[in-house]
């Protein structure tokens, strides 16, 4: 970590960056509104910070161990914001420290007529953002795997219904992305690039799309702990992109025996997400517990924990769905949980604990 003094100049800045790009590594500079601060990218052992910190305009260069640092609290205190938060902004839409944002929508995209009448239904729930699958990871070969999978056509098919839906409902639109060749096909269309829990470790996969410079939903794998899914959004902020997402989504049950929800949602993970990071946290209810009947539940605890948003899995016929019909709410509950959770968010408000730590 470099810290530069408030009076440095480009000049300084620049030299600074030679000396870690010589070293082999890579610069991020954060140009905060006292001072800039330089992060170097990779194996730190091959730069002499002693060197660093006689260089002109540096006012503190020193090697920090830990295994995120872009997006942690610690940094952002350098740049003289002391328990900063991060909003990343969605045309008018902004996730993080505010009203809590709702994404909604199917699980998968099924026809261009069934994304359409959705987002016209979700729109009227009071969503801002909607959701739909073009590719779905399954369990097994024999499911369906989304109407994008067959081929390179059938995804841009279904990426511009997607489109057109959010276009005529004023809706930004957020999709999963599968596998580096479809990166920049999803980049065109959608507002948010969406990386699914199996997808979390998936380094080669988060540095392309970071590199598309659209906002970044990330979501935490069922057997990652908090630690993982903030280390790995690192490899987004450390390729410049700092508009990241986090999700919760539930993690693997324990014990023996049936465990009556599909995953178990980690609470405790937001607040702990909200003091490590800056970044804003949602939880997405639908996949964490696998049930309809446990989303208004699952949704309001979230906004009282704390939560930037929700993900929520919808559906006008939760019974013809192709996919997850079982965790799908209709609109009509869809619209409970939303009024819901604004009036959970007031009155979190009115006792002055919607602030972060
Ligand atoms: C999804 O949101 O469509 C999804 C498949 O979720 P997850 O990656 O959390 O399983
Ligand atoms: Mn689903």
Redesign the pocket.
Known sequence: MIVMKTDATEEDIQRVIAEVEGSGLRAVVIRGEYMSVIGPVGDERRLDFDKVATLPGVKEAARVEAPYKLIGKEYARFLGEPGAHKRVSIGKIHIGNGEPVIIAGP?AVESKQQIVRMAEEVKKAGAHIL?G?IF??RSSVHSFQGVGAGSAQDAEEALSWLKEAGDAFDLPIVT?VRGEAMVDMVAKYVDIM?I???NMYDQDLLVQVAQKGKPVLL?RHFGASVEELLSFSEYIAAEGNKDIILCE?GIVPVGKGKSYTRYTLDLAAIPVVHRETYLPIIV?PS?ATGRRDLIFDMSCASISAGADGL?IESHYNPAEALVDGPQMVTPDELKDIIDACKTLYRTKKELGRTSRA
């Open positions: 699980c959701r699958g779905k990871p999963e969406h699914g829990a199996r979501k989504r997405d996949h993900m």
